[in-house]
């Protein structure tokens, strides 16, 4: 069973950058499928960027050039790096982790939310 644990969440102005971490446990970041997700009010999912165990990058195209996907093998930690922020990146964001298959598997976990395991969340707010 792996453990997914995220900080950084906050409050921030339109313009300012906030960076995610999510800290894994019970699983090794290096053999994972791993991403980040969001859930606005309305409960709507969304991918925001995802990495595979190839170092693979996928974004959505609402946060591409603005957010940076990164994880640290050693220290088993998955980040997000959140730069320009818009009123409309508010939403409640959350690590989730799975298994995805070499060619492409990636585009599946990222487009279907295909994880196995998810996180508590953390909240991001962005006020104009």
């Known amino acids: 069973q792996v453990r997914l644990v995220e900080s950084g969440g906050g409050s921030v102005q339109a313009g300012g950058s906030l960076k995610l971490s999510c800290t894994a446990s019970g699983g090794t970041t290096s053999t994972l499928c791993m991403g980040w997700f969001r859930q606005n009010s309305d409960k709507e999912r969304e991918g925001v960027a995802a990495i595979d165990q190839y170092d693979v990058e996928k974004y959505a195209t609402s946060v591409e050039g603005r957010f940076t996907i990164a994880k640290d093998d050693a220290k088993n930690t998955l980040y997000l790096e959140m730069n320009n922020l818009k009123p409309e990146d508010t939403a409640e964001y959350y690590c989730?982790?799975?298994?995805?298959?070499?060619?492409?598997?990636?585009?599946?976990?990222?487009?279907?939310?295909?994880?196995?395991?998810r996180g508590q969340g953390t909240q991001v707010t962005v006020s104009s």
């Open positions: 989730a982790a799975g298994f995805c298959a070499p060619f492409g598997g990636i585009v599946y976990f990222f487009e279907s939310g295909a994880y196995k395991y």
